[in-house]
């Protein structure tokens, strides 16, 4: 029998052929999803493969995945694609990972088997449970973590051989957004300036501004900008639209650099008299623009990694000519800039609690991120998947209010086989792949929304007053090295939660 072994190794780890298996029901709240990962060990090629689920289980909202590996140069072949299974497909000998999610509208015990089909006949089952508590977590359009993942639209274009901002680009885009959109993601990310990240992925990443040079200034063009963010009004991105950049990042960088349609060119600092005539002019010009368009109280302008003194000449000019936009930084925590910064996003280990909960108190945003660093917790395709669920768990013991990661598809060349891409780790541009009709979800981005939809069942038990909500986020976000982190902890976390939450309904 090809079959050496098939089993559920539980999804916090890469599973290896000596994973221990993962025992116990899978448990959720209403209207959650959980991912469960499985394993067949194959001794000979499988031909005709299927996954079947019988019994009570196959009433659930599920879905079934092939896990498909990619290239890494830190950790070699790495298991980073989910391949919906749809059908058949043919098994190599050895460790093949699969990944099932799972949902229900109605709570309730589910019971049956996973079970690998052959040539049409059952190779090998494996019983699961999934128990479905009587807690209803809110719709992802409902969501009160601040989740932002930094889009590159014109990758997409360039990856299909599209022309950018076309017709057939445009539709492209859709599938994304609303993956995005189901992710429960708050800003779009939008520029105003032609690479304004200095060109630190493989595609372009130009303005959605046209700037075109009229005598010795300059005019602007909206048309694209626009396009886009109705797109991704209508695909369910309703939040914040964040416009990079009035100086090029990140770092300390002071330059800007305008660009012409008809390739002209004109460079300048930070603060000197052509930043100021131009931005000064450029900014009363978008503001009217949003107005008009009813955009103005959604817009915040972005920076990226700036030093003080950068930020504080920036946000003098836009405090002094447009009062009424909002910004937006991430980067280290600055005390003075405090006050100027709607949107600020530190990175990890944080913000100060005390900060979080004073710039609450103002109405304003905190959260934080991890980019190329640290090694752990982080989101790359070798880290541990555990560890991509903590982040949100860690803005709940900071009382932040989200995550933020710097790129959800900026690919690298040929991505589905190698996920390198310059200095930075192996997928650290990345959370989703190109798919053939859509976003090629992963291990690391499904289990990333599970931490928010933890994070959500942390703000339905706070609102409880109950003092065991913060022994229960003590206990699901210790250790953040996900290498040696155990899983269980967020498990008992997750049932001390629903139960505080069942226990004040």
């Known amino acids: 029998m090809s079959v050496a072994r098939f089993w559920n190794p539980g999804p916090w780890q890469h599973v290896v052929a000596g994973s221990p ?7 959720l709240a209403c209207n959650e999803q959980r991912s469960v990962q499985l394993a067949v060990e194959l001794t000979a090629p499988l031909p005709a493969a299927e996954l079947r689920l019988s019994g009570d289980l196959a009433a659930l909202d599920w879905r079934l995945h092939r896990v498909g590996r990619v290239q890494t140069k830190e950790a070699g072949a790495v298991a980073d694609q989910l391949h919906p299974w749809l059908g058949s497909a043919d ?8 990944w099932l999610i799972v949902r229900s ?69 859709q599938p994304y957004l609303r993956d995005l959109a189901r992710a429960g993601q708050k800003p779009l ?29 300059w005019g602007w063009d909206f048309a ?18 964040s416009c990079y950049s009035l100086v090029l990042g990140p770092g300390d960088r002071t330059d800007c650099v305008f660009l012409g349609e008809g390739g002209e060119r004109e460079v300048c600092e930070v603060g000197d ?33 700036k030093p003080p003194a950068v930020m504080a000449a920036a946000l003098g000019l836009v405090r002094e000519v447009t009062p009424e936009l909002r910004c937006a930084l991430a980067g280290n925590w600055m005390p003075e800039h405090d006050a100027g910064i709607a949107d600020y996003c530190v990175i990890y280990p944080g913000p100060p609690p005390e900060a979080c909960a004073a710039r609450r108190d103002r109405g304003v945003t905190t959260t934080f991120y991890t980019c190329c660093g640290p090694a752990f917790p982080n989101t790359f395709p070798f880290s541990p998947p555990l560890e991509s669920t903590l982040l949100p768990w860690i803005a709940a013991a900071l009382g932040a209010d989200g995550y933020l990661r710097w790129a959800y598809a ?10 390198d ?47 065991q909500v913060a022994t229960a986020v003590a206990l699901g976000q210790r250790q953040h090295d996900g290498r040696v982190k155990d899983g269980r902890d967020l498990e008992q976390a997750r049932r001390w939660l629903r139960a505080v939450v069942a226990a004040g309904q």
């Open 421 to 467: 891409f310059g200095p930075w780790p192996s997928g650290d541009t990345f959370l989703v792949y190109r798919g053939p009709d859509g976003p090629l979800s992963t291990p690391r981005y499904e289990m990333l929304l599970e931490g928010v939809q933890d994070y959500e069942l942390v703000r339905l038990a706070a609102a409880t007053g109950s003092p």
């Open 91 to 98: 098994l190599a000998a050895g460790l093949q990972p699969c």
């Open 105 to 173: 509208a109605a709570p309730g015990l589910f019971s049956g088997c996973v079970e690998l089909w052959s040539a049409g006949a059952v190779v090998a089952a494996l019983p699961l449970t999934v128990r479905v508590d009587p807690v209803r977590l809110p719709d992802p359009t409902d969501w009160a973590f601040y989740l932002d993942l930094w889009q590159q639209p014109t990758a997409l274009a360039d990856e299909l051989g599209l022309p950018r901002w076309s017709d057939a680009h445009f539709h492209a885009l």
């Open 224 to 241: 694209v900008f626009d396009r886009y963010v109705e797109l991704a009004t209508v695909c369910g991105l309703r939040g914040p639209i």
């Open 189 to 217: 990310t939008c520029t105003i300036l032609d690479e304004p990240w200095g060109h630190q992925t493989h595609y372009d990443f130009p303005s959605m501004v046209r700037w075109q040079r009229r005598g010795e200034g």
């Open 273 to 305: 008299e052509v930043y100021r005539r131009t931005w000064s002019a450029f900014l009363r010009c978008f503001r009217d623009h949003l107005d008009r368009r009813g955009w103005l109280s959604r817009t915040q302008l972005g920076f990226d990694e």
């Open 410 to 419: 900026s690919w690298p060349a040929d991505a589905l086989a190698c996920s």
């Open 21 to 27: 298996e993962w025992t116990g029901d899978v448990e």
